[in-house]
Nanobody, 127 residues
Framework: QVQLVESGGGLVQTGGSLRLSCAAS????????MGWFRQAPGKEREFVAA????????RYADSVKDRFSISRDNAKNTVYLQMNILKPEDTAVYYC????????????????????WGQGTQVTVSS
């Protein structure tokens, strides 16, 4: 059974940092692009960051650029999201996802490009 399990969420004050992890089990995703998305209450799920299998290409949403950093360790089948200078508007459930085989990098910001999803981890930033 393929699973993506996120961890590292929690409550943090404005300006603080958190590091999210997403561990994959059941199969290796070393050949897949991986992404992070988030969904705030009452809002649609939105793209946060994505990384190719080799870490050669990385993309961020404008809202998190220069504050968040995505990375991966293929040997551990794990992807990370380092979040710094957190703001209340970063409050959301954060999901990691594995890109579908043959995913076009030009479509990395679209959730339809991913076919495996974790259950999500809550991040709450207090003002």
């Amino acid at each position: 059974q393929v699973q993506l399990v996120e961890s590292g969420g929690g409550l943090v004050q404005t300006g603080g940092s958190l590091r999210l992890s997403c561990a994959a089990s059941g199969r290796t995703f070393s050949g897949n692009a991986m992404g992070w998305f988030r969904q705030a209450p009452g809002k649609e799920r939105e793209f946060v960051a994505a990384i190719t299998w080799s870490s050669t290409y990385i993309r961020y949403a404008d809202s998190v650029k220069d504050r968040f950093s995505i990375s991966r360790d293929n040997a551990k089948n794990t992807v990370y999201l380092q979040m710094n200078i957190l703001k209340p508007e970063d409050t959301a459930v954060y999901y990691c996802a594995a890109g579908a085989p043959g995913m076009l990098w030009s479509r990395a910001t679209l959730d339809t490009s991913y076919n495996y999803w974790g259950q999500g981890t809550q991040v709450t930033v207090s003002s």
